[in-house]
């Protein structure tokens, strides 16, 4: 067996809802060794967790920046060679930027950061340090995305139209954040959500989505964002209108106010020649319609699906995955980028530049908002 | 048996797609008789279609106006009471004013007319001839879009935030008007079609259905209509963003050009306690979201749906009718009110105001394209 | 226009269910003139029925016989030139036999008779009087399940091994019959159904439909008759395992017991090669699983469908039609065979020898159900 | 934390599937470590999948009965307290009843074993020992299937009278044992398979699932169990009819002929009251009539779901789990039972119970098939 690698934790601790998910996804194909965490700024909660998760104490920290010194100061051959940062988007920048420049890989929760100002330096920390920046838009690793990817690429759908693009939930549709609720709490708070919330909890979820399965970007948009929640400091629902920078347009709606939707994240492609559907409620079957204007159901795990596609799952055909298998695809990727075993920052796992993106798209609708006209975001950020 | 309406069509003649839609439709529930027609401008057109529909040739006219004058002249037991108007849309306005205005009720095919001034003059040609004016704007005579509405109209949902309605078709995804195919011919050709293309076409549909199904009104918009086949004269895309009276936002997307899709008229409701969804593709479900989280699915001629819905059924459950059934209770319930059955000139059919609103609707939305701004509509045409 | 077909109705008067989907079928295609009718046993009403249909008196017959008598008598331009036969199972051998005797057509609904010896009296009958005779096994003429058949007669799915039918209903899961409801209380009285319930009423359409689809014919079966409601007199719940003359081996259940289900008609088919399934409930898909594992929908009115099939469809694609018009699709076939337009005893619609068969198949089922062993039908009726 | 239980593995090296899957159920939770193994009959592979896992070499085992009696010998908090069993089904006998003697808890793979016999002896070891056995008959710890069981158990559905499950398979669809590959080979192998093939392999599944979410059991049953593939040695499909004890009937399908089904296990179960639908392909969602008539879609982790069920998901409502953590939950039910957290050896996993059940299930299958008659099954197991 390669050596699992080991990875200290910050931010994940009890009450948090995506600290857990992180973890399974890293213990799932059993590429990671969690040692090390700082799981919240209550050194308690820092000290229960890992003694949940059994840690040593000694690994258990009181803060992240000292997570990263302490362990930086280790023997190369025990201290982390990670940094995995699950914390609200307020604290994404500190740790990532220090840990890349301690000489650590990261891998970090969406969004990237709250401004463009993190975001351009979170790069350059990249950059300078040549170390590993993974970002967990762990629905661009759910097999059937990969395989919608490829196919648009490969011109099968000829040129694209139409994008339509699209995360509905509706958990924010009372004011949660009064209940208490961890979730919603930070979610809809300026200090620790930044300057958006639907549109950065889920909209750069769905932009990212876009870009990564047209392989095109957004050229220009007019966005609307809309609070319905009486009191709520955030956006709650977004309506945008696409330009792409091949011409294609569409529609990209984010929305925690639609009554009973779930977790409601699905896009559909039109091109001159074919059509392709993807939801993530199902995410094994990716809806294709070839130039026979015929309907398809591709199923993961069979052999209509490509190489690296099937790449990603775990399963023979009709055992369904999910959720937790696409975030543990992320971190599997992201441990062979750790250990060399590929050399591509970009793909197979999303990096700096979609987080990058991400930002310039928060900004370009929130300037679009303000002045109800389009904006354009720049071509190129790598 | 209450004595069948004596109808007499314009348009419909060999080619046409929507003549025999409307007349499967008037067949149906055996409340008409067509006995006169000018099926086209062809008079041999004409004269074979009504050998064909079984027509006396002397009632076959080589022009509607013909047809409106002779009719007229004939004793009051024998001519017709009724036109049905099918002709492309540039031909609705003149024999619509006329057959009103020689007394005639009529009933005609959407979208009302290709400009505002002929719309206001048709609205007084109704108000002044008192007759009966419908618009089939079918789909809201499908039950379960009339169940949608009582729901809403009831309060069930609570207040409405979320409106996404589109109709996404793919058939002109090609240069089809170049091939000579009569629906494709005309409706790309401003001469016939009016200002507009797609959104004249579908995009009215979906505008109607949803001021129907909210009891809701579109207050103002911001359009983007897109060309995208080559050296087409009109849209065969539009994507508009939407603010209703009450508050309420959404999209509006109408489209020709979506590869592969059929006649995806597809409306989501979201409330603050509820929510619902119709697809015009699978008409005998309504799904709707009650405050308890759970989607329901349910279905046409079930105890579960209330008395109007049901009226507009001909089958016990799971006897799935379609869109003809649709189009046929429009024209059941204009039989109806001819006979003075009911005194509705809104309900239970769509009529004059629906059809005013959709030109308003067109003409903001050709604004808004042009400036790329926001544009109101007025909030009354009664 | 070809004349309209001349016809009279044996049954289906006021509080009937199949006889007003009889005239909607009928009327729908324009291809039948209803001139005369005995709507049911009580000449009241019989005479109400005709006076909403607009029937002249004289030909609202108190009896099916006189109808018969009478309309005999006419002039061969004026008499009725086909009976519909829409009664109880009981009243289906005496009016067909009659009528075709007296050189009238008949359609008839299913199942054909209530015993062996009145269903090969009545295929003698046909065969005697070289009249049409067309059974509204009304399934069949859906357009995707015409598509069906050919394709599996093609080949295309190779050897068929599994068959699956199932027609569940929950209409009959209480005792309906004790509230006077008219369709159970006949259904569920064996003077009137015949000695079987649920099997004759829907088990025959389930098999009709699999002999129908596949080409092949239900060479032995073994059956369970199930009879879940307290006091009722026959089966509301059949179960059957069933071996294909081909070899393939299946089962068919049809039950009126399903809590919920409302109209359940589906069946799948695996071959060597491919597989299919089609659901009346949703009947404008086909899904067709080829060569390649990949599951395609296949949709009415598409380029994908065979000529035959879409010959079957009114509408576009995306326009959906359902049971009432493949109701009238036999009608409108029937049409064609009264005048001669084509010679098909068999095709286009069901006939005697479907009837036939389904009678065996009820006849097998009741022998097989007495003494639990697999009993063979015969391979020929025609 | 409470401790990792320390656990051995039995099979499951290079080229099994079920092993993988295991080894990710049993890290998904963190709840073991997999410290000792026996991966295959090549020590080489044994020795190469230890190496893999991150085994120490010395307690990769040359044989099963090497790592029982070495482990035993080890200090008891450094010796495994259980033993996982994914090997062929005729290599569950051995192992089980060894571990079990030599005091170790037993997780193991079904069908339980190759003859009743097996079966019986592997009873007595368990209630002899008194350690905890565990099958993983995963599908019954899969959330909705645990809330469907508790509902039926409630008397929400009423009296249950229809239950119709299927699990149907296309992939022995051809000789796909002739190719090698691993899967095919032994299955089809009546010397390791034991004497049926799809009965034991996935309709074992299907009467567990039926028994489990009934809470009711399979009183007697009429078998066919067919072989389509030329040469094959076990049966390859088979169609059962149930009673059951309640009175209930139903059908019982297993095949791995369908050919493009993938892994189609599916139950649907009608009471008087009420019906619900499971489908593991679309594992996230329980399909439920209640009295009023109206189909609800309820979902995992939603409101809507009771507790027991909600306690086995580890998403919030719509991030989809699937197989591998329906697997999981067995094997952390498992660990709870091991530390002695929970004392029952029924639920909350499936046990030596319905092990001995679903051997008894194909032997009477068996029976059936060969003298074409029903064949009872007794009672009590316990």
Known sequence: MSQRVRIGMVGGGQGAFIGAVHRIALRMDDQFELVAGCFGRDPENTRLTGEELGLEPSRCYASWEEMIE????????????????????????????????????????????????????????????????????????????????????????????????????????????????????????????????????????????????????????????????????????????????????????????????????????????GALEWDQEHPNDLKITGEDGVARNLRTSTGAVGESANALSRTPAGHPEGYLEAFANIYKNFASAVRGENNSMELPFPGIVDGVRGVRFIGAALESNKNQSWVSLPAEDC
Not at 120 to 146: C, Q
Not at 167 to 189: F, H, I, N, P
């Open 70 to 273: 302490s362990e930086a100061a280790l023997p190369e051959s025990e201290r982390i060679e990670a940094v995995s940062i699950v914390t609200p988007n307020h604290v994404h920048h500190g740790p990532a930027c220090t840990a890349l420049r301690a000489g650590f890989h990261v891998i970090c929760d969406k969004p990237l950061c709250i401004s463009l100002e993190e975001a351009l330096e979170m790069k350059a920390a990249v950059a300078e340090s040549g170390k590993i920046f993974a970002l967990t838009h762990n629905y661009s690793a759910s097999p059937m995305v990969r395989e919608a990817r490829e196919r648009i690429l490969s011109g099968e759908l000829g040129t694209i139209r139409k994008v339509y693009v699209e995360y509905l939930q509706g958990w924010l549709s009372e004011k949660l954040e009064e209940s208490g609720q961890k979730q919603a709490d930070w979610r809809t708070d300026p200090a620790r959500s930044g300057p958006v919330g639907a549109l950065g909890d889920i909209g750069t979820h769905a932009h990212q989505l876009l870009e990564f399965i047209t392989g095109d970007r957004v050229d220009s948009l007019l966005a609307v964002l809309n609070t319905f929640v009486d009191g709520r400091a955030l956006d709650d629902d977004d309506m945008i209108l696409i330009r792409m920078a091949s011409g294609a347009t569409g529609t990209l709606c984010s929305s925690q106010v639609c009554f009973g939707r779930e977790n409601g994240l699905k896009i559909r492609v039109f091109g001159t020649r």
